[in-house]
């Protein structure tokens, strides 16, 4: 079960016992009795703002580089998960981040495509100009093509 429907159903539990409840208390209490699923969902947010602080990181460009090496962002990339300060690269280094940057270029791409294609279909089978996705989609669960 998720911390968010946890916290939910504890809210709801005890919010209808009689008197008064405050936000703080229910709080500290919802984290005293679940302290490892909140540790554990914690943690998860924090991966994901370091991930996020990190891809940051890895496009922002230098910002001291010599001029031969403006092409390099503050830290690279070297593997899924794995981040070098710049200045803390081999050339090694460099080489594994640009095959990594390349594998998600080619990522990326394949779902530019997948989008492109989906976009088409959806033009080729829309009704009219303003029809949505969506209603397109239940149309022809509906009435599937011939």
Partial sequence: M????MLREYVAEQIAQ???HKKAELAAAFLDENADAAREYLR??????IASLIKELCDEPEADPL????GFP???????????ATANCTFDDLGAGLAYREEN????????NAYRDSMAKF?????RDDETVGQCTERLRAN???
């Fill in 105 to 112: 270029v080619r990522h990326a791409q394949e779902r530019l």
């Fill in 18 to 20: 009689p008197g008064e």
């Fill in 67 to 70: 001029p031969l090496f403006t």
């Fill in 44 to 49: 998860e947010l924090a991966e994901r703002q």
């Fill in 74 to 84: 503050v830290a690279i990339a070297v593997a899924p998960g794995v981040v070098k």
């Fill in 144 to 146: 599937p093509p011939a």
């Fill in 2 to 5: 998720s911390l968010r429907k």
């Fill in 123 to 127: 033009d080729l089978m829309r009704r």
